[in-house]
């Protein structure tokens, strides 16, 4: 690795300022369990470190509209909340597959989004739940759906001077009727070969008013199935609807073969978990 | 380069490294606490796991700047006066270990179970080394080691 500078504000204030003053050469360490493997590898290879962890990034708050999570908050923390596992259940379902226990402990979510990868286990139950991220810079910040934020592999809007500071999900897309599902080759410390999160509001009839089905890991960036989601708005749970829904999600998505699965594999196996995870959904009902 | 100070095993440090260095090269390079192994250098194989302000941490996923100011608990921290840990002798008594490269860090993550739960059930007890990687022994062993150092644990408590 390359010597970089490595300084840790205090306050988030002073944190932004320095990402204004160094824009692309800085680099902000979260977790850094990706990070340091890219700075290992050379391919990042920033002059500064602005480290978050004391930066206030790492507290849970429910405004009227919004629980808001700290991008600071680790995957240990966000398993461990009970408010998140009452309300957005997929979200815990997918803290719990994350890595193994040491890992959990450092990474967090704002960096498991910021990380831009197409299998990351926590984009797809947030984007489910119709998460928008707050972007903060210098200058001012904005706001804008989770869905938004990827531009491709590793690709993001995130600019030069700006940082993640939180993630909002909307209490109105709260669901238990949700189900997240991590297809890869191990239990524990696998990356994923398919990852996908459906979550279902009911209305008072039992008809579903909103869908969501999303995949992570079939194309360059996590990706809703909305014909499939909207042959659901309206209609009452069935499994000949959820097969309908799973054929397709397959139609949707596009993935290639790389060294965890092949195309072939992921299609058969989209329309497979869409359907079994919409089942799943409804389970409990 | 960047000047920190760090509790190991209860004892005060103040090093000095540069920022990219990480608290596996730290402790083992710096400090001498080969305890803690150089496995994968990626955070898969959890050889290196070690407790960061009483979380298990993989050290070479953290940078040694990141641990300025918090306090660090290394396999060398779990004997006490010359005499092992109850986990340790276990894991001896049960032979929980063959080749001994893995050990350590699934000793600190097993610590780490022990302190939250007293009476782990062998499903928590995988899912708590769900990040260390054993390639001779196994794990059944090593599971009931961790069953009987809990009861052990639990009698002298008592």
């Known amino acids: 690795m390359k010597p970089a500078e490595f300084l840790s504000p205090t306050t988030l204030n002073d944190a932004l300022e320095l990402k204004h003053k160094h824009g692309a050469a800085a680099r902000v360490i979260a977790g850094g369990t990706d990070l340091i493997l890219r700075m290992r590898a050379q391919v990042l290879t920033p002059s500064l470190l602005i480290d978050l962890q004391h930066a206030a990034l790492n507290n849970i708050k429910v405004s009227d509209k919004y629980l808001e999570v700290g991008a600071s908050l680790t995957i240990s923390e966000v398993l461990q909340n009970t408010r998140i596992e009452d309300l957005f259940p997929a979200i815990h379902m997918a803290c719990r597959k994350f890595a193994g226990p040491p890992i959990r402990n450092r990474a967090t979510i704002g960096g498991n989004i910021v990380n831009a990868s197409p299998a990351a286990d926590l984009v797809s139950p947030l ?13 001012g910040e904005r706001t804008m759906p989770l869905v938004t934020f ?20 909307p209490l109105s897309a709260a669901s238990t009727n949700a189900y997240f599902i991590k297809l890869a080759q191990r239990n524990s410390m696998a990356i994923s070969q398919l990852n996908l999160t459906t979550r279902l509001n009911l209305n008072r009839q039992g008809l579903i008013e909103t869908a969501r089905i999303v995949l992570g890991s079939v194309a360059a960036v996590p990706m809703r199935a909305m014909a499939a989601e909207a042959m659901l708005v309206g209609e009452k749970s069935s499994e000949d609807l959820f097969y309908a829904a799973a054929a397709q999600a397959r139609q949707e998505v596009k993935p290639i073969s790389d060294i965890r699965a092949s195309r072939e594999y992921r299609l058969q196996m989209t329309q497979v978990l869409v359907r079994r995870a919409l089942l799943e959904s409804i389970a409990n009902v | 380069m960047f000047d920190l100070e760090i509790e190991v095993n209860g004892k005060q440090e103040q090093v000095s490294v540069e920022a990219d260095t990480t608290l596996l090269y730290l402790l083992r390079d710096k400090l001498g606490l080969t305890g803690s192994k150089d496995g994968c250098r990626s955070g898969d194989c959890g050889a290196c796991v070690v407790l960061l302000d009483g979380k298990t941490v993989n050290a070479c996923m953290v940078l040694a700047p990141q641990a300025n100011g918090a306090s ?31 050990t350590g860090g699934m000793l600190m993550s097993c610590y780490a179970l022990l302190k939250s739960n007293s009476n782990p059930t062998r499903d928590e007890i995988r899912a708590a080394i769900a990040g260390n990687f054993c390639r001779c022994t196994g794990y059944q062993a090593l599971v009931t080691a961790v069953e009987q150092a809990a009861a052990e644990l639990r009698a002298n408590n008592v």
């Open chain 2, 72 to 102: 660090v608990m290394t396999v060398e921290g779990l004997a006490k006066d010359g005499e092992l840990h109850p986990l340790q002798r276990c894991f001896s008594e049960s032979w929980a270990f063959q080749c001994g490269f893995c």
């Open chain 1, 127 to 139: 984007i489910a739940y119709d998460a928008e991220i707050v972007l903060k810079s210098a200058n």
């Open chain 1, 150 to 169: 990827f531009t491709g592999a590793g690709k993001t809007l995130l600019k030069d001077d700006e940082i993640l500071t939180q993630i909002r999900l």
